[in-house]
């Protein structure tokens, strides 16, 4: 089940690859994120000595619980190490990011699916609109003609 997800990602950058991450976090985080308190908007992840961290990713505080309860805290992502140097390979060129495009469960396990990918252009984004409304309009044209 998906319970936060970055679609702006989708429209801003063209995906090169994607990874599934676990995420590690405190009892509250997880309360609070499976309650669907959390926000991915501005988070991003960074490499740091042969180890991944999700930056700026801000969890609510859990209301039920005592704990003190830092939001801002880097979260560590738990990626095999092949995984985390081929990361590494793809962010040595240029344009390259890494972002967190949604948190989501499986099983008891919560997740995180990150993209790698390269910046658009302000042109190459008018592109991406005109296809949709294409497609749209191609869609709704074959409902209407299949209902007849």
Excluded at 7 to 33: H, M, Q
Aim: glycine content about 6%.
């Amino acid at each position: 089940m998906i319970l936060l997800e970055n679609k702006r990602i989708l429209f801003d950058y063209e995906i090169l690859d994607t990874f599934e991450a676990g995420i590690k976090l405190e009892g509250w985080e997880v309360k609070s994120l499976r309650a669907k308190h959390g926000n991915l908007k501005s988070a991003w992840v960074r490499i740091h000595d042969g180890e991944a961290f999700l930056e700026n990713f801000q969890v609510s505080p859990y209301r039920f619980s005592a704990e003190v309860q830092d939001r801002d805290r880097p979260k560590k992502l738990l990626l095999a190490k092949r995984e985390i140097e081929k990361i590494e390979a793809k962010l040595q060129e240029k344009g390259r990011t890494v972002a967190p495009i949604k948190i989501y469960t499986k099983g008891h396990h919560l997740k995180c699916e990150i993209v790698i990918g390269k910046g658009r252009k302000k042109y190459e984004k008018r592109q991406v609109l005109k296809d949709r409304s294409v497609r749209k309009e191609a869609r709704q044209a074959l409902k209407n003609f299949n209902a007849r």
